[in-house]
């Protein structure tokens, strides 16, 4: 050890609220070998405490400052503290316990803590509960050394209610039980990041299969027999297969002892990649003979997303939260790869394009967009770094960066750094530095503006002609900022002519290039952007196009066409909203593919509801109506149909169409060929209520109706939110400035997403400003994507001018609020900020 690392070891690091980076640094320099054994006593009652006791063994160099174990309870949860053998006053401060460095020697230490455990990330239920620690939680149950370069093992034995099921990271070892109590102790887990540690436990029914060798158990609380029936085989191979791809292409087996998952009730995100026991969300896993094949593709998406996980993150994990998208961009990554050898009849470019473009430009474009990688000096911070940015920017950069490398240098840059990195941590520039060396490629300054800077490149073009034939293509790209930034990138350009297609490529290695490929080919009859879709940013549309979006037969092509068009609206280029609307629905029985046709619907949506002004929004929401009913009754394919029906339900207008989603709802007889379900009916009902449809109880006749007690509580709690009266809804809105309100945050934002809807507008405004007020209590509170979700669903319909102006003079007021919570209510109120624009200027 030289004499500078003994020098940031002996000084102290300050005791603070949260893991300072800091801390983890110094921690990481005196601290190793940790070990976890947990016994947790949990009661049948969800409001009761639950005792805890706990032991952690690690190896400790010698210096001079005290200990800090992370804690973020009250000091009453902690009852007493030994250190090896040793009772020891129990010092608490500001989310630490402190260990003075007196009590310690070098070496094995061990320290054992009675406590009660913390609620906060328990995710208590009236009969279940699950945790969630990700990314700094693990602290808000119990003591522990919560960053994630500390990996570890856990012991964990859990007291019961006899008959609950429950499961972790390892496998059970033993189990007994005395009266209505059993006691499961689990096998020591693998070494793990404290945020992957994880337990579920309650009344779950628990499905074993085999395959490929493989033992996995799937604990689920679905009781719709045909649900169960349709889904079971489909989610075992879809994980089979993606342990399978996995395995060949890193060369490395899968390296944890077990694997199995739980699928539970309104889970905060669509999965967390726990080791061995992956937490989804129950809806995504479990579907019905109505499910479209877009929704398949999605279940198929994200079981890939968290089995590549296994490898990508869990594995190998970040050093430190900054490089938390590099483990989301690899499972996406890998995610994309699986899905297109697991479901062969998918488009992967398609699905590719048509999940990740729109929701990267949803928050690049905006005021408050955020770089990939991001500095983090406080974990407490972490949480705001997820969202559009590293879950669907990410992936296109690093498609990017195959493109540049080659996809057999990119697989084999990988499977170097698995092996280097594997059970230990990794930066991002530690990939970078062996992927540099895999191409003759600058990746340095390639990562740059891809990686450390925020905003989308804007594109534009000049097509010159002689005698019939192209002789110049010049492409010129600067920031959507103005700025002279270059995002080096490869894409196409279709050239469009009567009978057929050709491709060019640009590379876009400087401000501007020519293309020279184009040269001599015949003048097109229109061109089309990223017609592969791979470039990223904000493309030129060719007028010429809009009356002939249908003759290209290509979908991705199209699927980009409809992005750049959607895109160049917003910005106020080109096109305006009621003008795009009508092109839009007049594609509604032409678009031959689902995920085209599922976004299609989705930008249509958008159009009539916050791109349209309401005393223009019914005229064009009737004609939407009416295009989308002729449409779907013309429709053979069952998916696509589905699509067109939820469209007319969600934009429905004019009285005949209420009527005629009551009449269904009512008899609940589907339309022909539509196959609607329990959930499909609740919408229904949800989607009257909020019209204020005047008919006496629907959603408690709905209530009655359903059969599943988690599905039944949801609607129960949402309710207030869509009564005709004004005096229950300000009395469910008050109630939620209660923490243990927002426990079920699923349900909180589904309720506010109806509770703000512009049919609501003028009587819902009025909560607007207590709703950022809470703002900052919520990212205290709840769990990473809950202050996005609560922006979204209270932001996302208000179009006016005094709504954006409410906004920026909230932000306006508070010059020294938290800059990560600024951004993320700036890329909430971009829909407002863009609409009153272009409406109402």
Not at 84 to 104: C, D, K, M, S, Y
């Amino acid at each position: 050890m030289s004499f500078c690392q003994s020098s940031v070891i002996a000084q102290s690091p300050s005791v603070e609220t949260g893991v300072s980076q800091t801390l983890a640094k110094a921690r990481k320099q005196t601290i190793s070998k940790i070990a976890y054994a947990l016994k947790f006593d949990i009661p049948a009652q969800k409001n009761q405490p639950i005792p805890a006791t706990e032991s952690i063994r690690f190896d400790w160099a010698k210096n001079a400052a005290p200990l800090q174990l992370d804690f973020k309870e009250e000091r009453a949860h902690l009852q007493a503290v030994s250190v090896n053998g040793e009772p020891i006053p129990v010092a608490f401060e500001r989310e630490h316990i402190l260990i003075p460095a007196a009590q310690l020697k070098p070496g094995t230490n061990a320290i054992s803590i009675q406590f009660t455990a913390g609620n906060l990330s328990l995710n208590r239920n009236d009969d279940y509960l699950y945790t969630l620690l990700v990314p700094d939680r693990a602290r808000t149950v119990f003591p522990c050394f919560d960053q994630p370069d500390l990996k570890a093992t856990f012991q964990l034995s859990l007291t019961v209610p006899n008959g609950w099921q429950s499961m972790t990271n390892a496998p059970v070892q033993d189990s007994s039980v005395a009266g209505n109590r059993k006691t499961v102790n689990f096998q020591t887990s693998d070494i793990i990041p404290t945020y992957l540690f994880s337990f579920v436990a309650g009344k779950f029914t628990a499905v074993s299969q085999t395959l490929n060798s493989r033992p996995m158990t799937l604990l689920h609380r679905e009781t719709d027999t045909t649900k169960i029936r349709l889904s079971l085989d489909p989610i075992f191979k879809l994980h089979a297969d993606a342990l399978t791809f996995l395995e060949a292409y890193t060369q490395i087996p899968y390296p944890f002892k077990k694997f199995d998952f739980a699928a539970i009730p309104d889970f905060q995100y669509g999965g967390m990649e726990h080791v061995g026991a992956i937490d989804y969300r129950l809806s995504s896993l479990f579907l019905d003979n109505g499910a479209t094949r877009d929704q398949k593709l999605s279940r198929a998406t994200l079981i890939a997303h968290e089995t590549a996980h296994m490898w990508f993150g869990d594995m190998v994990t970040m050093r430190w939260f900054d490089d938390v998208w590099l483990k989301e961009v690899f499972a996406n990554f890998m995610a994309d790869k699986i899905t297109e050898v697991s479901t062969p009849d998918a488009n992967y470019d398609l699905q590719f394009v048509v999940d990740h473009f729109p929701a990267a430009y949803a928050v690049d474009r905006t005021e408050g967009a955020n770089p990939i990688g991001q500095p983090l000096a406080n974990l407490q911070e972490a949480g705001t770094l997820y969202g559009g940015i590293i879950y669907h920017k990410a992936p296109i950069m690093m498609r990017q960066l195959e493109r540049l490398m080659g996809k057999t240098a990119m697989r084999d840059g990988l499977r170097q750094y698995l092996k280097k990195y594997a059970f230990s941590n990794a930066t991002w520039a530690d990939l970078i530095g062996i992927l540099d060396t895999y191409t003759p490629t600058d990746l340095q300054a390639w990562n740059r503006v891809w990686v450390n800077e925020t905003g989308r490149p804007t594109f534009s073009y000049q097509l010159d002609q002689q005698e019939g034939k192209i002789s110049r293509f010049v492409v010129s790209q600067k920031g959507e900022d103005g700025s002279s930034r270059l995002w080096p990138q490869g894409f196409e350009v279709a050239l469009v002519y009567p009978d057929h297609v050709d491709e060019v490529t640009v590379s876009m290695t400087q401000a501007q290039v020519t293309v020279p490929e184009a040269v001599g080919k015949p003048a097109p009859l229109f061109v089309v952007f990223n017609s592969s879709g791979q470039g990223y940013g904000l493309f030129p549309v060719d007028t010429a196009m809009l009356s002939k979006l249908a003759t290209l037969k290509n979908p991705v092509t199209r699927a980009s066409a409809y992005i750049n068009l959607f895109e160049n609206m917003q910005s106020g280029h080109i096109i305006d909203p009621v003008r795009l609307g009508t092109i839009y629905q007049n594609l509604l029985g032409n678009e031959p593919e689902e995920l085209n046709l599922r976004l299609l619907t989705s930008q249509l949506s958008d159009i009539v509801w916050n791109f349209t002004k309401p005393d223009k929004r019914s005229a064009l929401a009737t004609s939407v109506e009416q295009a989308a009913w002729q449409a779907m009754e013309r429709e053979t394919a069952a998916g696509k149909k589905k699509l067109l029906f939820r469209l007319y339900q969600n934009i429905a207008s004019s009285t005949e169409a209420k009527n005629r989603l009551y009449t269904i709802w009512n008899e609940q007889k589907a339309p022909a060929g539509v196959t609607l379900t329990e959930d499909d009916y609740t919408s229904l009902a949800l989607a009257l209520a909020v019209r204020d449809y005047p008919a006496e109880g629907i959603l408690a006749k709905q209530l009655s109706r359903i059969k599943n007690p988690d599905r039944k509580k949801r609607l129960d709690f949402m309710m207030p939110a869509l009564s005709s009266n004004v005096a229950e809804r300000d009395a469910f809105f008050a109630s939620l400035a209660t923490e243990t309100n927002r426990e079920r945050e699923a349900w909180v934002t589904a309720a506010l997403g109806y509770l703000h809807h512009p049919l609501r507008a003028q009587t819902s405004a009025k909560y607007l400003v207590k709703s950022l007020d809470l703002l900052e209590e919520i990212q205290r509170t709840g769990d990473i994507f809950f202050p996005e979700s609560w922006l979204r669903s209270i932001l996302s319909s208000y179009q006016t001018p005094e709504t954006a102006q409410l906004v920026r003079k909230f932000l306006a007021d508070r010059p020294t609020y938290n800059p990560r919570l600024r951004a993320k209510l700036l890329q909430a109120a971009d829909n407002s900020f863009r609409s009153s624009k272009l409406l109402y200027q």
